[in-house]
């Protein structure tokens, strides 16, 4: 090699910067530098060039920075502490970048929002079919609001009506009663006197059904006019 003058680092340079511009200076090719450093020349032209990502690692990067700077007569250790402080500068940007244009760092948090998504897709499911299944197989729900469980009245005319939830039809003592879109119905029966039970089902959709009873005095009244003498 040619000999030279060994020369200071400037330190308003990277690097690579100063390590070929003092090959340069020295008139070495870096061909010739590959040949006695045993570096391959595409390592000496990222070291210069700040290529720093195009070396196989931190550790070699490093190495061959100090035995660039030593076969160049310069400061291996000083030369070392620059390439860190310059790496200090350049590695949030670059870790920036990866998380921005490496599809491999989103993929486990992919990953984990598909199977949350299938996960909640699953029980939305589950509880839908528990709903569905309560709602359509289950017993229907049926409550009558009039008449009461025992009553007594004297007029002939009985109301009766109420409200079922899951149901297809209701019937009043076998007979088909009118429904309403919201569950509820309403029928008006005509009783003679005496004792009557009344037999409410609600018919489920999937075949079971709900039965309620309701017992209805309607007692006789008395005729106008008469005058009953508890006297006697």
Same mark, same amino acid.
């Given at each position: 090699?040619?000999?030279?003058?060994s %020369?200071? @680092?400037i330190s308003?340079?990277?690097?690579?910067?100063?390590?070929?511009?003092?090959r340069?200076?020295?008139? *070495?090719?870096?061909?010739?530098?590959?040949?006695?450093?045993?570096?391959?020349?595409?390592?000496?032209?990222? @070291?210069?060039?700040?290529?720093?990502?195009?070396?196989?690692?931190?550790?070699?990067?490093?190495?061959?920075? %100090?035995?660039?700077?030593?076969?160049?007569r310069?400061?291996?250790?000083?030369?070392?502490? *620059?390439?860190?402080?310059?790496? %200090?500068?350049?590695?949030p940007?670059?870790?920036a970048?990866? *998380?921005?244009?490496?599809?491999?760092?989103?993929?486990?948090?992919?990953?984990?929002?598909?199977?949350?998504?299938?996960?909640?897709?699953?029980?939305?499911?589950?509880?839908?079919?528990?709903?569905?299944?309560?709602?359509?197989?289950?017993?229907?729900n049926?409550?009558?609001?009039?008449?009461?469980?025992?009553?007594?009245?004297?007029?002939? %005319?009985?109301? @009766?009506?109420?409200?079922?939830r899951?149901?297809?039809?209701?019937?009043?003592?076998?007979?088909?009663?009118?429904?309403?879109?919201?569950?509820?119905?309403?029928?008006?029966?005509?009783?003679?006197?005496?004792?009557h039970? *009344?037999? @409410?089902?609600?018919?489920?959709?999937?075949?079971k059904?709900?039965?309620?009873?309701?017992?209805?005095?309607?007692?006789?009244?008395?005729?106008?006019?008469?005058?009953?003498?508890?006297?006697?």
């Open positions: 090699m040619n000999s030279f003058v %020369k200071q @680092i308003t340079q990277t690097i690579g910067e100063q390590l070929g511009k003092v340069e200076g020295a008139g *070495l090719s870096l061909d010739s530098l590959s040949k006695f450093l045993r570096i391959k020349r595409v390592y000496l032209e990222a @070291i210069e060039s700040g290529s720093y990502a195009e070396l196989p690692g931190e550790i070699y990067c490093l190495e061959f920075i %100090k035995r660039y700077a030593t076969a160049l310069m400061d291996p250790e000083k030369a070392s502490r *620059l390439y860190r402080a310059e790496r %200090k500068t350049i590695q940007h670059e870790q970048w990866r *998380l921005f244009t490496n599809p491999r760092v989103a993929r486990p948090n992919a990953r984990w929002i598909g199977r949350i998504a299938a996960f909640s897709v699953v029980l939305a499911f589950s509880w839908y079919a528990v709903l569905f299944g309560k709602s359509v197989l289950g017993s229907p049926l409550e009558v609001a009039s008449p009461t469980e025992y009553s007594e009245t004297q007029n002939s %005319k009985v109301v @009766i009506s109420g409200t079922a899951g149901t297809r039809s209701i019937l009043l003592n076998g007979e088909s009663v009118p429904m309403e879109q919201d569950g509820s119905f309403l029928e008006t029966l005509s009783l003679a006197p005496g004792y039970v *009344l037999r @409410i089902t609600a018919l489920g959709r999937a075949g059904e709900n039965t309620v009873y309701r017992a209805v005095l309607v007692q006789r009244r008395a005729p106008k006019g008469l005058v009953v003498n508890n006297n006697l």
